[in-house]
C-alpha cells in the first residue's frame, strides 16, 4: 500500500541519492531523470507525489493509466510491454512509449500517430539478457531494428531502455546498453529501479525508474510467489 505520507520524504531520498551517485561517478546529477513508477498505486499517489515536486512518472498498463492520466503538470512514461490493440490509446495518453521492440508495434504506433496528430518520444526496449521469457527486442535484432525505428520515428526516437536479467550483477547489463546507445547516437537509456538505480547511474543511465522506494511495495497479486530481489 502506498504511505502518502512517506511519498515527500521518499522522493528526497532518492533524489539525495541520485545525486550521489552521479556524482560519484563524475556525473551532472541534473542529467538524471527520475522517472516515479506508479503502477498499482492509486491517483492520489501520483498528486502526492507531483505535490512533492515530481513530474514524471511511469505506468506499466494502458488501461490502469488511463484511470489515473493525464494529470495537468505530470508527464507519463509507459514503461511496459505495450500490445498491439493498445496502441492507439497509448499514443493518445501517453508522452513517451519507452517499451517499442517489435516491427508490429512499430506498425500501429506509426498509424496511432498518423490518425492522432501526436507521437510521443520513443525508447527501443532491448533485451538486453537475451532472456527467452522477456520483452525487448533479441541483441542479434538490435541494432537493425534500433536503425529502421530511427529511419521511421526521427528524432522522436529517444534512446533505449533494458531491465537486466535477476539475480546477477547487472553492471555488465547496463555498460551493454550505453554502449549500445552511444553506437547509435541515441541520448536517452533508462535503466535502474528501485534496487539498482545508483548502479545504473554509474554505467551511464539518463533516466531511473523507481516504484517501490518511492511508493512503498505493491500488493502481490494470488497466486504469485514473489520474485527474489537482487
Ligand atoms: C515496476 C517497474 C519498475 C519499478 O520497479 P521498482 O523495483 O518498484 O522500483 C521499473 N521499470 C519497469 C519496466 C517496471 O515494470
Known amino acids: 500500500m502506498a504511505d502518502l505520507t512517506m511519498i515527500a520524504a521518499n522522493l528526497e531520498n532518492i533524489h539525495a541519492r541520485i545525486a550521489a551517485a552521479a556524482r560519484a561517478a563524475g556525473r551532472d546529477p541534473a542529467d538524471v531523470t527520475l522517472i516515479a513508477v506508479s503502477k498499482t498505486h492509486p491517483r492520489a499517489a501520483v498528486l502526492a507525489a507531483l505535490a512533492a515536486g515530481q ?38 495518453l501517453a508522452d513517451a512509449i519507452d517499451s517499442l521492440d517489435r516491427e508490429r508495434l512499430s506498425d500501429a504506433i506509426a498509424k496511432a500517430a498518423a490518425a492522432a496528430g501526436r507521437l510521443p518520444e520513443l525508447l527501443v526496449q532491448v533485451n538486453i539478457g537475451d532472456e527467452p521469457q522477456k520483452a525487448g527486442v533479441p541483441l542479434a ?90
Not at 488511463?66 to 507519463?76: C, M, N, V
Not at 531502455?161 to 555488465?172: R, S, T
Not at 547496463?174 to 547516437?185: P, Q, Y
Open 55 to 92: 513530474a514524471v512518472f511511469g505506468e506499466n498498463k494502458v488501461q490502469e493509466a488511463e484511470e489515473k492520466f493525464p494529470i495537468p503538470g505530470a508527464k507519463l512514461h509507459l514503461i511496459g510491454a505495450l500490445q498491439t490493440n493498445k496502441a492507439a490509446h497509448a499514443v493518445r
Open 141 to 230: 535484432a538490435a541494432d537493425g531494428f534500433i536503425k529502421a525505428s530511427r529511419a521511421r520515428f526521427g528524432a522522436a526516437l529517444k534512446g533505449l531502455m533494458c531491465i537486466p536479467p535477476e539475480g546477477v550483477d547487472p553492471l555488465p547489463y547496463f555498460k551493454r546498453l550505453a554502449a549500445m546507445a552511444d553506437a547509435h547516437g541515441l541520448a536517452v537509456r533508462s535503466m535502474g529501479m528501485s534496487g539498482d538505480f545508483e548502479i545504473a547511474i554509474a554505467a551511464g543511465a539518463t533516466h531511473v525508474r523507481v516504484g517501490t522506494a518511492i511508493f512503498g511495495a505493491r500488493p502481490v497479486p494470488p497466486g504469485v510467489i514473489p520474485a527474489t530481489h537482487h
